[in-house]
């Protein structure tokens, strides 16, 4: 193809065919990891979430986890380092947590923490930080395997790492900034005012279900690329379902019906099968026990 120094047309033909061989040159890998993903896919998080910044959730949310630990145990409810299902949870946490980076950046900083108390709630939660509880109930009661049991951590720590909470809280800040905004231009009120009630709220906030459903797609990537089976997703909600006895548990309130979850599950599972099959088995290596 001919070409004429000092056409502009020319120069944009030489950057375009020098970007070609650029990118083709590019390893293979490379270009995968550009182009894609491999496990499940549920798009960016929110732009509510810029409305509250995340280390003033995290602050607030390790807050009222360390006062709800406090309280567990002034009542003796708090499960000691050497309990057998404390341990098993911990060791679980061990094995998802290196992967969450990948959903957030900012986990690398969290100061992770797993505790168990005991109750008979069908319970767990993440709050954000990566701070970690599950009732035993949840345990007991369902008599979860070490399958279940990462699909269910799975999904709680997906919550954490999209942010869900910090959506919610974006979003409520957002309903007050028509009311705060006129105010803040006429010096009568400032919109910071906002995040002062974050601890109390992040105890009562309820997840829609599209947060359920994206937590239960990111938490089944999680668990597989910990090298847990990701068709363990099926027994549990299973299991959710049977205890449920025609009203859906406490941790069940806002999320989809089994039927759904389970449905959506088993769609995703060619994507999260490879990562569970091809997780490299440590000789000699014992995975957590029930205990």
């Given amino acids: 193809m001919a070409t004429h120094p000092g056409c502009s047309l020319c120069s944009r033909r030489r950057l375009l065919l020098q970007g070609t061989v650029s990118l083709l040159a ?30 003033t959730i995290e602050k607030s949310a390790a807050q009222q986890y360390a006062q709800m630990m406090q309280q567990a145990a002034a009542q003796n409810a708090l499960a000691g380092k050497d309990h057998p299902q404390l ?32 109750s008979k ?32 951590m799975g999904h709680e720590v997906a919550h954490a790492l999209r942010e869900h909470a910090r959506e919610r809280l974006g979003k409520n800040a957002a309903t007050g900034i028509g009311a705060t905004l006129l105010s803040g231009v006429l010096g009568l009120g400032d919109l910071g005012q906002t995040v002062t009630s974050y601890g109390a709220q992040l105890l009562t906030l309820q997840f829609s279900r599209s ?12 668990a597989a690329r910990a090298g847990f089976d990701p068709r363990a997703g099926v027994s549990l909600w299973q299991k959710m379902a049977a205890a449920s006895k ?46």
């Fill in 26 to 55: 590019w390893p293979a890998a490379s270009l995968q990891k550009a182009w894609a993903r491999e496990g499940v896919e549920v798009g960016g998080n929110s732009l509510f979430t810029r409305l509250v910044p995340a280390e």
């Fill in 87 to 118: 341990r098993r949870l911990r060791a679980i946490a061990q094995q998802i947590i290196p992967h969450a980076m990948g959903w957030n950046p900012r986990a690398s900083h969290w100061k992770w923490e797993v505790n168990l108390i005991g």
């Fill in 121 to 152: 709630q069908i319970n767990a939660f993440c709050m954000p930080g990566g701070k970690i509880a599950f009732y035993s109930g949840i345990l007991d009661q369902l008599k979860l395997g070490n399958d279940e049991t990462a699909t269910v």
């Fill in 211 to 222: 947060d359920e459903s994206e937590a239960d797609l990111v938490g089944m990537e999680l």
């Fill in 246 to 291: 025609g009203a859906p548990p406490q941790w069940l309130s806002t999320h989809p019906s089994g039927n759904t979850r389970i449905a959506d599950i088993e769609a995703n599972l060619p994507k999260v099968m490879p990562l569970f099959e091809r997780h490299p088995a440590q000789p000699g290596s014992v995975r957590p026990s029930p205990g």
